[in-house]
């Protein structure tokens, strides 16, 4: 097992990767009172056209199906898994992304019962033709009370509208036709090909011994057998860097409109890379957008925005993009004010003492973060995927420049790289 320490945050990681290409990452915090576990596979929702393992052809399955297999997981043949962890005093729960499917635990006690329970219970699949049908009404239920969620549909609104052929336009669980058309089979295939080990990371923070912990998973997975790691071919449609359409727009019985501004940008393959611009776009839409930026108060002044103004940036090494938004009173000037706004990074420099500010208050955010099991534990899974150091990018904030900030942010925005998309007010009837 490998350990590393990290002087300047004080902090002491186990790392090891098993022989079934399982990764193992402990972060023993005997400080804290609650400890956090979770297993992760690198498969999410974009992944839908792929090779399955023992095959040669490329096939492509249903829109919905990481999220449906991230259900079926927790239903045995003759329990439901969330009784273990109950009983155990622990609490359970799951959550699939574009990029990943992530199963988790938080408990104050019995971990090692609690950490053997994971890995078992998404070690042994059960399906079967009549509970795949079962849950076919229970998701669908979801994907119905999520269309209901006028936030829920301009966020897919605005990517729906950057995107023109990728999965990332698409519903996470899928849509109530697409789930119909799962079968057992499907999963099974999904299961083999994406939950092998060697494409997973377990990741525990809290109270624990790492050796004891460490020689508890080892003996876990010894008693299993697995396939010869498959090296899984995964496909994905090219896409241009414009914008599929420059708006849209939909109408929902809401009170007030809302207006989604979306950057539609460059995924960077490179790790260094990737993480230097994640860093930067987080740390200059908090600048611009947060309470107290200038263009937050723009908005404001101009009664456009009501407090619920919201902006994040979404990285993954397949695709990137930004999105700007909220509840507006006019979302047809809300959108025109927002692409100036965009439109004027092309020429925008920074001061150093404002620059200097960012810095601090992100390195106080990441600070933050890392006094909370399940924040590191989430995080250090995600950035594993990604072949990027979680502890290691307190530096790399540390590094960035002036000159790197105004450089990422006069080439942000181009010509055919924004797009608008609108949830108006249904007009009654």
């Known amino acids: 097992m490998h350990k590393k320490h990290y002087p300047q945050i004080k902090e002491t990681v186990y790392r090891e990767t098993l022989p079934n290409g399982l990764r193992v990452i402990l972060v023993p915090k005997n400080e804290m009172a609650q400890t956090y576990g979770v297993f992760t596979t690198d498969y999410g929702s974009i992944d839908q056209s792929f090779v399955p393992i023992n095959s040669d052809e490329r096939i492509t399955v249903p829109d919905g199906i990481a999220h449906f297999l991230e259900h079926k997981l927790f239903e045995k043949e003759d329990r439901d898994v969330f009784q273990d962890f ?15 499917t992530a199963y988790l635990f938080s408990a104050t006690s019995e971990v090692e019962k609690n950490t053997e329970i994971l890995l078992d219970f998404v070690q042994t699949p059960y399906f079967s033709d009549q509970s795949v049908e079962k849950e076919k009404g229970i998701i669908a239920q979801e994907i119905q009370m999520y269309d209901d969620q006028p936030d829920w549909r301009a966020f897919f609104g605005i990517i729906a509208t950057m995107y023109n052929a990728h999965p990332v336009k698409i519903d996470i669980a899928g849509t109530v036709d697409s789930i119909q058309l799962i079968t057992k089979e499907d999963l099974y295939t999904c299961y083999h090909t994406f939950y092998h080990p060697s494409n997973m990371t377990v990741t525990l923070v809290g109270q624990f011994d790492p050796e004891q912990m460490i020689a508890l998973i080892k003996k876990n997975q010894a008693q299993k057998s697995f ?20 708006e849209d727009a939909i109408e929902m019985p809401v009170a007030v409109a809302k207006c989604m501004v979306g950057i539609k940008e460059e995924p960077k393959q490179d790790s260094q890379t990737f993480i230097k611009e994640e860093l930067l776009a987080d740390m200059l839409l908090d600048y611009f957008y947060s309470k107290s930026g200038e263009y937050y108060q723009e908005l404001y002044d101009k009664d456009l925005i009501d407090g619920s103004l919201g902006f994040e940036s979404e990285r993954q090494k397949q695709f990137a993009f930004s999105v700007i938004g909220g509840n507006t009173s006019d979302p047809d000037k809300f959108a025109e004010t927002v692409k100036l706004q965009l439109d004027s990074f092309k020429s925008y420099q920074l ?5 200097e500010r960012m810095k ?26 990604l072949d990027i150091d979680f502890f290691e990018l307190l530096p790399t904030l540390e590094s960035l420049s002036l000159q790197d900030a105004n450089q990422f942010l006069n080439n942000w925005i181009k010509d055919d790289n924004v797009a ?4 108006k007010i249904a007009e009654a009837s």
Do not use: C, W
């Open 227 to 246: 396939e010869k790691p498959p090296h899984i071919n995964r496909f994905y449609p090219e896409e241009e860097l414009k914008v599929a359409k420059a």
């Open 420 to 423: 608008v998309f609108q949830v």
């Open 351 to 355: 001061r150093k003492e404002d620059f």
């Open 360 to 385: 601090r208050k992100m390195i106080g955010g990441l600070l933050r973060d890392m006094n909370s099991t399940s924040e590191i534990a989430n995080q250090v899974s995600q950035y594993q995927m």
């Open 86 to 100: 109950t009983k155990n005093g622990a609490s359970a729960n799951a959550f699939t992304s574009f990029t990943k």
